[in-house]
């Protein structure tokens, strides 16, 4: 059973313009909410973290959005860039949840 | 992130021998994680430990996999009587376990890329 979901395995999108990553979660335990990005061969390097008191979190040009009630989150790159290209995980945890469960991935190809 | 050290990098075995995967966590954190990611497949989750207590094993295989974090020393992740779908890059991660909604974050290692042959 996927508690975390990445239903888009890739995602291809022109250099300059917006990347969006989708990701929904099942279960209600999870309050905190993580995006890593990998480049290949490497480990996840954390990017942007929301907690649920929160709907939105910026820093920089990434922007991750949560939508409690429809266990919805984004995360957007603006503007997208050939360095950004990578697999991006989404993942969660929870105050009595403290694992932390990743979702498939999402490869992100910026076309330069 | 290079604060997590994991070795070695690279591990080949032959079919029916042990693997030992070591993982140094960042400093200060009492925290790991193991994952484990197959060839085209995301993150899945294994074990949670800390300090000589494992919290969470309900992601090892049931057979031939364990995994411990000693009071002194590094977290290993130990497959016995390896076989050819244990292939897999092999992820730590640390963190500090505490105060996450102030921004603690469970940092990767670069992974251990297990082959068997």
């Known amino acids: 059973d996927q508690q975390v979901k990445q239903n888009s395995p890739s995602l291809s999108v022109q250099e300059g313009r917006i990347s969006i990553l989708n990701c929904d979660y099942t279960?209600?335990?999870?309050?905190?909410f993580l995006w890593y990005k990998k480049y290949p061969a490497e480990g996840p390097t954390f990017l942007i973290s929301?907690?649920?008191?929160?709907d939105k979190n910026e820093d920089g040009r990434f922007t991750v959005f949560l939508n409690k009630s429809a266990k919805h989150l984004s995360l957007h790159i603006v503007p997208s860039q050939p360095g950004d290209s990578a697999v991006y995980f989404c993942?969660?945890?929870?105050?009595?949840?403290?694992?932390?469960?990743f979702g498939p991935g999402t490869s992100l190809s910026v076309i330069p | 992130n290079a604060g997590v050290m994991q070795n070695p990098r690279h591990l080949v075995r032959r079919r029916g021998q042990e693997a030992r995967l070591r993982c140094s966590p960042m400093k200060g954190h009492s925290h790991v994680y193991w994952y484990r990611q197959l060839p085209e497949e995301g993150l899945k989750f294994m074990v949670y430990l800390q300090k000589e207590n494992i919290i969470d094993e309900s992601g090892m295989p049931k057979e031939r996999f364990s995994a411990e974090f000693p009071k002194e020393g590094p977290s290993i992740l130990r497959i016995q009587q390896v076989v050819r779908g244990d292939s897999a890059a092999y992820f730590c991660a640390s963190s500090q376990g505490t105060g996450r909604l102030s921004g603690t974050e469970a940092f990767f290692g670069q992974g251990t890329r297990l082959t068997v042959v």
């Open positions: 279960n209600s335990m999870f309050d905190y």
């Open positions: 993942a969660a945890s929870g105050a009595s949840y403290d694992k932390v469960i």
């Open positions: 929301i907690s649920s008191i929160k």
